[in-house]
């Protein structure tokens, strides 16, 4: 069974490139979420429970600003993946702070469980929009700085050199015919 299309890497990279490049994203992640509430907040104890919204959104929301400007540079650089420059970036900001707040302070079930009382998960729905939609608008501005600022000339070769045949044929060859 093939991989689907949408799921295809940039052409002009290997697997080590493309394994470093989601490997750099989580790292930056990472970095930036935990220094973000040391630095606001004075100590990473202040995410030691799950109770720590508050805590949770600033450093995420930071992150992600973080870790969707660094894979929209990815993106023009052709790492990555064309549409997985949209699925890293939230998987990671999603699952990478709670699996490491989790390896740090160890599980807190209980707090995670009184997140999810009353309505059920409107909270956790919050605070992962809270996250995700500054990053998303930082990769949107990167991408929309490149492609006002390249010409259709270089987009076009851009795209022939970056894109496999098959994505290129499937998705972006229809719009020069």
Do not use: K
């Not at 930082?138 to 259709?152: M, P, Q």
Request: hydrophobic share 55%.
């Amino acid at each position: 069974m093939e991989r689907p299309l949408a799921l295809s890497s940039f052409a002009t990279q290997s697997r080590v490139q493309h394994a470093l490049t989601v490997v750099g994203g989580l790292a930056l992640c990472l970095v930036v979420y935990f220094g973000t509430v040391a630095a606001v907040f004075g100590s990473l104890e202040a995410l030691a429970t799950e109770s720590s919204i508050t805590e949770q959104r600033v450093g995420g929301a930071v992150a992600a600003v973080a870790v969707w400007t660094y894979f929209g540079l990815a993106f023009v650089r052709g790492y990555g993946g064309p549409v997985l420059n949209l699925v890293y970036p939230i998987a990671i900001v999603v699952v990478a702070p709670f699996v490491a707040r989790w390896a740090l302070f160890g599980p807190d079930v209980s707090g995670l469980v009184s997140r999810f009382v009353g309505l059920v998960l409107i909270e956790p729905l919050a605070t992962t929009l809270l996250v995700v939609l500054p990053g998303v608008a930082a990769f949107l501005a990167v991408l929309t700085v490149w492609s006002t600022s390249i010409a259709e000339e270089r987009r076009r070769e851009w795209e022939r050199r970056h894109l496999s045949a098959a994505f290129y044929d499937a998705f972006v060859a229809e719009e020069y015919e």
